[in-house]
């Protein structure tokens, strides 16, 4: 098993997002701090099986799973189940559910995406410099394209640990999140 890492729900879809885009199999094992058990299941990025606790299953789990603040994460390689008889929906639809079906996360973004990215390389650039295009460039190139605020904001999860202080990350990210809704709304 992996590092278990305490972290906030939006830092816990976005892991779970970049271990999807890597085309990973492998269980994942979440434990809410109110000691809720979330399992899902990947097969080469696919989630194949939710879970919360035992009796939450499939598409039911996901509404108790967005009832997470935080927790701890572990992924276990190559290690699945596939008893999973309920049906899902696709993972990119799971994702948007889990962003939250009822904000502005599954909101499409402005045919301006590239002035979106562009605004959010400039943004991080002033924390670790030029890199920042190459960081942003090589998320866009793995995700394949970004079209709501959600697939926007899981970017900025995954690329504001770049920024080493931890405060200056939040800082970027609640800043960009707060342009962003401007922008769209």
Not at 97 to 109: A, C, E, H, K, P
Not at 164 to 174: A, D, T
């Amino acid at each position: 098993m992996g590092t278990r890492l305490q972290l906030t729900y939006s830092k816990l879809i976005a892991e779970i997002r970049r271990l999807s885009l890597e085309k990973r199999t492998g269980t994942i094992f979440i434990t809410s701090d109110d000691s809720h058990v979330v399992r899902i299941v990947l097969n080469e990025g696919q989630i194949i099986c939710l879970v919360f606790d035992v009796k939450h299953r499939g598409y039911d789990a996901i509404s108790f799973i967005k009832t997470i603040k935080s927790g701890k994460l572990e992924f276990a390689e190559g290690i699945f189940e596939t008893t999973q008889e309920i049906s899902l929906p696709s993972t990119e639809e799971i994702f948007q559910l889990l962003y939250g079906d009822d904000d502005i996360s599954t909101t499409q973004v402005p045919s301006n995406i590239k002035a979106i990215i562009k605004y959010i390389k400039k943004g991080l650039a002033t924390y670790i410099g030029p890199i920042a295009i190459i960081v942003c460039d090589e998320y866009i190139e793995k995700v394949g394209h970004l079209e709501t605020v959600g697939d926007v904001f899981a970017m900025l999860e995954v690329i504001a640990p770049e920024i080493e202080n931890i405060e200056e990350q939040e800082k970027f990210k609640e800043k960009i999140k707060n342009d962003v809704v401007k922008i769209v709304g």
